[in-house]
């Protein structure tokens, strides 16, 4: 089998030959989805189990469309502790139906329906455990498994739940030692909600003690900052912490997968910018693409004037400055500017919106209950504050603190409509300034001295140290303030031209002055004009206009050894409104009211030191460098920020927030995959082999190619990895595998032979991954951009791949692509199918994909006529053939002798004193001149931007230990010599058309 990754291929469509959709049991209740799992086609005959709102059902659909339907199993329990019901049909005819059902506070049942007489009636039998996962039914020839999860109780909270939350209580300087990432609660620190911690919470007595008045927990300890030890030998710990601690809690994992999963898109694949402004219960939007104006060249001059006066000062008196001056380099600079068209305006009274693609700028007022999640870096670009409640005054009637008990007091009415949640997959920021994408202004409604933020703020996820390594923790999730490192530069001005004696705009002055990008090495006679901006002693800050007043009779025009170096200006676009003089910088910029709470991956700063030693290493050193990818920024700078005062919103103890992310914690409970199995066609089961999971699991799924048994599942504590148990004859003896996976969630895994098949999602893309039992590391086979709703993967009997999506064709007809294997290739068919259903939901209906043993198609659709996050509604089957489909050969497993490797990475071609290239290597004692080589290279998106031929390459190889080494140099250009914006990409090596491994590597810019 040819196994290649392909997003854009040319099909020729195949038009509908599927059936017209024929609803399942109609007039029953709204039925819930179920998914592939639920429904068998045996002989033409779909038999289909599903649940409705407390009832689990059975339906038959005979090939010409008659249906008979049977209770399987009648309950008063709520649906919400129902979970979704297998099915399987024995070769005798025993129908077996597994569901579970979990009620608050008593013990989990798994339930076994058998059905001996065609469906007719089933006899339920119960089993009793703790809390019961998801099960499965599964069929080896005369024998059936059961798979489930069950776990002791879990607390669950969501983020809102908390003042404050955070998985790591370090700053984002971790990489420089416990002195550079040490965050502690001080004195201004008063809480009034729950905190908690995964890790030390540190206090110091500085300005008094910090106040917790509701509940403190931390899965470590207390710290005190002065002596380093645990608090409670040192500290008052009755004065601070008013509600009560704990130490040495199990900790809370963090669950987000519905955050940017549901609600109504904003944005497309090339949206870079989704800007929203609410105004009560409508908000209004503009997307922002930023593209690439082109190239400039800038002459840097050994003198340059930096502002009017002094710049006619020198023509005034006599020095011919321009003249004298000579031209030391060229700055080569691209120029990038963002283009705006007009988003929707939509209401956002009780609604989710998510972005997948591009950032989210936010501001406004808010209506109703309303959810934004963006799977990119989120910018508060101005006050986020509530219809109901006066600006200044607490949602939830908190009024102040009883002068006598000191406890605080509440006041009516309280705010009971309006609530607020915004999360981030990476960082949220308080703006410094940005441009008005209507005016063209610049507009800085948070550097006016209070800034209002109402809601629930969460950015919790954790970057992925495979691919930042130990930078990792500078893309862990914080709340924080953008432009923490101020540093001026010069604006444009109007002086006396000495050509022509009139008045010229001087614009782009920096880079006349000063080397950009940094170089290490300058030719002899330019040294000092390399860009830095160490603050000259006796002035505020580095950069125009504190310039050292000697630097205007310095060289040329005096001797060089008089020379005094410029402090000059911040390092080019760093500054989101760059130039920007010193005099106009907002450092300390006010007041951060936040009435809600804020989860974080670690802790964000809110206020900055300016001559802190891990991000200023040099000081007031001259020249002092920037190392923009160390984050070591030049010099000093004033400090900068926030004063900060929070006060929790009590109503999210009793409300939450539809989508906002949540903790589980997990005590120390027993957590176990349990198989039960049965030699007798499903009358009787007992458990077969228990596999106790140390971490917390999800995503569990069960396979079998009819000899081997596969439970596959994901693991989301620690090193978030991918899971296989396979056993080979019997269900009592379990091999465990571990990989690393290519996505954050597991559809769906099937097992054929030594080979297993995963269904992942990763952010915005769904990939098809082959794992190799032999070699148990990862090989992408397909990669999609589909709606994770409306999506499915499956394997057939003859293994025969398929998988649909939905194409959002208009927002009242379903537009289903089929691709599946045929003559050409591993799902290189397509066949197109479109049903107009009505105004239904994209986002919360669903799609099942099966392929008989005759390469037969059918799909369950289930139609949600509401979107509110939850899939209820009408089910569908259709059924019928894909034209030319086939099962594609397969040609031999290739041994993987090595792991590709990419060094460095990240790698940034624009850093100075960086290489501008990174390198990929592999060896094989397999590798000769005549193989084809390459390393395919695409994005996040899955679209192929670079092809790099390896035996092109020969020249780059060296002997390795008998083995030939080979590499290939990439400078993060796309195929037209584009430079690529930063981000992830996959590093795809191929030998023979033969995928040997793929590697994610990470651009920056």
């Not at 009637?397 to 406890?407: A, I, L, R, Y």
């Not at 914690?665 to 089961?685: A, K, L, N, W």
Request: charged residues 20%; hydrophobic residues 35%.
């Amino acid at each position: 089998m040819r196994y290649v990754l392909a997003l854009l291929m040319l099909f020729s469509v195949l038009f509908a030959q599927i059936s017209t959709p024929v609803e399942v049991a109609p007039g029953l209740d709204d039925k819930i989805y179920t998914g592939q799992r639920s429904y068998k086609i045996i002989n033409d005959n779909v038999y289909i189990t599903y649940r409705s709102l407390n009832n689990i059902y059975f339906t038959k659909i005979t090939a010409n469309n008659q249906q008979t339907t049977t209770l399987v199993y009648n309950s008063n329990i709520d649906h919400s502790y129902y979970l979704k019901p297998s099915i399987e049909v024995m070769d005798n005819g025993n129908i077996i139906i597994v569901f579970s059902n979990q009620i608050e506070e008593e013990p989990g049942f798994l339930y076994r329906a058998l059905s001996t007489d065609g469906g007719e009636t089933f006899e339920v039998e119960s089993y009793q455990f703790d809390t019961v996962g998801t099960p499965y039914v599964v069929k080896r020839t005369s024998s059936v498994d059961i798979c489930f999860e069950t776990h002791g109780e879990l607390a669950t909270k969501p983020l809102s739940e908390f003042n404050h939350f955070s998985l790591i209580e370090k700053t984002e300087n971790e990489d420089g030692g416990i002195n550079s990432s040490l965050a502690v609660f001080r004195g201004q620190d008063s809480f009034l909600g729950p905190v908690h911690s995964n890790d030390d919470i540190w206090i110091q007595n500085v300005g008094g003690w910090p106040t917790f008045y509701d509940m403190v927990t931390t899965s470590n300890r207390i710290m005190d900052v002065a002596t380093g030890q645990p608090a409670v030998n040192f500290a008052p710990m009755d004065q601070i912490f008013l509600g009560g601690y704990e130490e040495n809690v199990e900790p809370y994992s963090v669950f987000y997968d519905a955050s940017i999963s549901n609600g109504i898109e904003l944005g497309d694949p090339n949206t870079d910018i989704v800007y929203v402004e609410m105004d009560g219960g409508m908000f209004s939007s503009f997307y922002g693409e930023i593209i690439e104006v082109g190239v400039q060249n800038f002459d840097v001059y050994s003198w340059y004037p930096h502002n009017a006066e002094t710049a006619n000062a020198a023509v005034n008196a006599g020095n011919n400055w321009f003249e004298d001056a000579d031209i030391v380099h060229e700055n080569e600079v691209t120029i990038y500017d963002t283009i705006w068209t007009a988003g929707p305006n939509l209401p956002l009274d009780d609604q989710n919106f998510r972005i997948p693609n591009g950032e989210l700028w936010i501001k406004g007022e808010v209506s109703g209950n309303t959810f934004f999640g963006c799977a990119d870096t989120v910018y508060i670009v101005g006050d986020i504050t509530y219809e109901g409640t006066l600006v200044g005054t607490a949602p939830d009637g908190f009024s102040g603190f009883d002068p006598v008990t000191g406890e605080p007091q509440y006041d009516e009415p309280v705010n009971e409509n309006d609530y607020f949640g915004l999360f981030s997959e990476k960082r949220i920021y308080i703006k410094y300034k940005h441009k008005d994408p209507i005016s063209g202004e610049i507009v800085d409604d948070n550097c006016d001295g209070n800034v209002y933020l109402y809601g629930a703020y969460s950015a919790p996820v954790l970057a992925d140290s495979l691919v930042y390594g130990e930078m990792a923790c500078h893309y862990d999730g914080i709340f924080s303030f953008e432009y923490q490192h101020p540093h001026g530069s010069t604006p444009n001005f109007t002086a006396l031209s000495p050509y022509t004696l009139e008045d010229t705009v001087y614009t782009f002055v920096d880079l006349h002055r000063y080397v950009f990008p940094i170089i290490d090495n300058l030719p002899p006679g330019i040294e000092g004009f390399n860009l830095h901006g160490g603050a000259p002693l006796g002035y505020g800050s580095c950069g125009f206009p504190y310039e050292d007043p000697a630097y205007i009779n310095s060289y040329p025009n005096n001797d060089p050894e008089n020379y005094v170096y410029p402090y000059g200006t911040d390092y080019p676009w760093y500054n989101p409104v760059w130039p920007e003089s010193s005099e106009d910088i907002s450092y300390e910029r006010g007041i951060l009211h936040i009435f809600g709470s804020i989860s974080q991956a670690r802790r964000g700063f809110i206020h900055r030191s300016g001559s802190d030693p891990y991000n200023h290493p040099q000081g007031y050193v001259s020249p002092s460098p920037w190392e923009m990818d160390l984050y070591h920024y030049d010099g000093s700078h004033p400090s900068t920020g926030y004063g900060k005062d929070y006060l929790y919103d009590r109503r999210f103890k009793d409300k939450a927030i539809t989508n906002f992310p949540f903790a589980v914690q997990s005590p120390e409970i027993t957590r176990e995959i349990i198989v039960m199995h049965s030699d007798d066609s499903g009358v009787s089961f007992e458990e077969s082999y228990t596999e106790i999971v140390e971490e917390t699991i999800d995503d569990v799924w069960m396979d079998t190619d009819g000899e081997k048994l596969l439970i596959a599942y994901y693991s989301e504590v620690g090193e978030e990895v991918f899971h296989f148990l396979v056993s080979d004859e019997n269900s009592q003896e379990f091999t465990h595998y571990v990989s690393y996976n290519l996505g954050n969630a597991l559809k769906n895994a099937y097992i054929v032979g030594d080979t297993i098949f995963a269904n992942v999602i990763d952010y915005n893309t769904e990939a098809i991954v082959k794992y190799d039992l032999n070699d148990i590391y990862p090989d992408i086979i397909q990669v999609y951009q589909p709606s994770f709703h409306l999506a499915d993967f499956t394997i057939n009997e003859n293994d025969v791949f398929g998988y649909v999506q939905d194409n959002f064709v208009g927002s009242i007809n379903l537009n289903l692509d089929y691709y599946y294997d045929n003559e050409d290739g591993l799902l290189m068919g397509l066949q197109n199918w479109q049903h107009n259903f009505g105004e239904f939901s994209h986002i919360d209906s669903k799609v099942s994909l099966q392929l008989d043993d005759n390469e037969n198609v059918y799909s369950t659709l289930l139609i949600d006529r509401e979107q509110n996050n939850y899939s209820e509604g009408e089910l569908y089957l259709i059924s019928g053939e894909l034209e030319g489909i086939v099962k594609t050969p397969q040609t031999e497993t290739v041994p993987i002798t090595q792991q590709l490797t990419i060094y460095p990475n990240p790698f940034n071609p624009a850093a100075a004193g960086r290489s501008p290239f990174t390198t990929i290597t592999f060896s094989s004692p397999e590798v000769s001149q005549n193989k084809d080589i390459e390393v395919v290279i695409y994005n996040v998106k899955g679209q192929k931007v670079k092809v790099l031929r390896l035996n092109e390459h020969y020249p780059n190889n060296t002997e390795v230990a008998g083995e030939k080494k080979y590499s290939a140099v990439w400078n993060g250009t796309d195929k037209n010599s584009s430079a690529l914006s930063s981000g992830v990409y996959l590093f795809q090596l191929s030998i023979d058309n033969k995928i040997r491994r793929v590697k994610k590597g990470l651009l920056l810019k």
